[in-house]
């Protein structure tokens, strides 16, 4: 793959997503060179990497964890969210070696993904209709309202904001995932459920906006979600 000159739009989106240019011709050898996979020796089975606890040791832990608990001594620990660029790394391929059958096949089951609303819809505001661009094998567009920041950006994106399980009423992030699974067991006697995370300090300002402007939807008159990072 040769790598692209950058232009001076470029250059300007390259520094605005707190990169270099060098920065971004590494990450792009590395797309093209493909990731090299663990050979694994074994699964871990229940006795071998696994423990089981018996259901008498489980109340035993449970008791002990309740009233910490209640009395506030408790913290979900989210660690730090990466970029997205692996997680699309056939679609990066895709739109930078331009190779449209490629690309066809690449997004033909596009519609399961949990983002495929917010793409249509994103396209949708710039005059583009995401389904007639799939249906005329018109992919170029796609690609680049989905991973650049003609669209979504979500190749920039930390992957604990790109939208991961769909339901009927939206889809969800990540991290709100995260909300949404502590709350169940962190809430102390007075409705506080403390969550900490770990970001990378470019994505910093953006995560904490993103949970800003979703946490109402998970705290109701009893529960009360406090962050810190």
């Known amino acids: 793959m040769s790598l692209p000159t950058f232009s001076n739009e470029d250059l300007r989106q390259i520094s605005e997503q707190g990169l270099t240019p060098e920065r971004v011709r590494e990450q792009l050898e590395r797309f093209a060179r493909g ?20 259901p008498e040791e489980l109340k035993r832990y449970a008791a ?56 249509r819809d994103r396209m949708a505001a710039s005059g583009l ?13 796609v690609l680049e309202f989905l991973l ?12 604990g904001l790109i939208p991961f399980h769909a339901y009927p009423d939206g889809a969800r ?10 709350v169940f067991y962190l809430r102390d006697a007075a409705g506080a459920c403390r969550f900490h995370f770990t970001v990378s300090s470019e994505h910093e300002a953006l995560i904490r906006d993103f949970l800003k402007s979703v946490l109402s939807r998970y705290e109701n008159a009893g529960t009360r979600i406090e962050l810190s990072f």
Do not use: W
Not at 129 to 141: I, P, Y
């Open 64 to 119: 002990i964890g309740e009233p910490a608990v209640a009395a506030g001594r408790a913290m979900k620990f989210v660690p730090a969210s990466g970029a997205g660029s692996r997680m699309f790394q056939s679609f990066l391929r895709c739109l930078h070696e331009s190779v449209e059958t490629q690309s066809v096949e690449a997004l033909r089951d596009l519609v399961r993904y949990p983002f495929f609303e917010a793409l």
């Open 35 to 54: 990731m090299n996979y663990a050979r694994l020796d074994k699964p871990c089975r229940v006795g071998d990497g696994i423990r089981r606890f018996p």
């Open 148 to 159: 650049t920041p003609r669209g979504l950006n979500y190749a920039a994106y930390p992957k």
């Open 129 to 141: 209709s995401l389904e007639e661009c799939l249906r005329r094998g018109e992919c170029a567009d």
């Open 173 to 182: 992030t990540a991290l709100e995932e995260q909300i949404v699974e502590g």
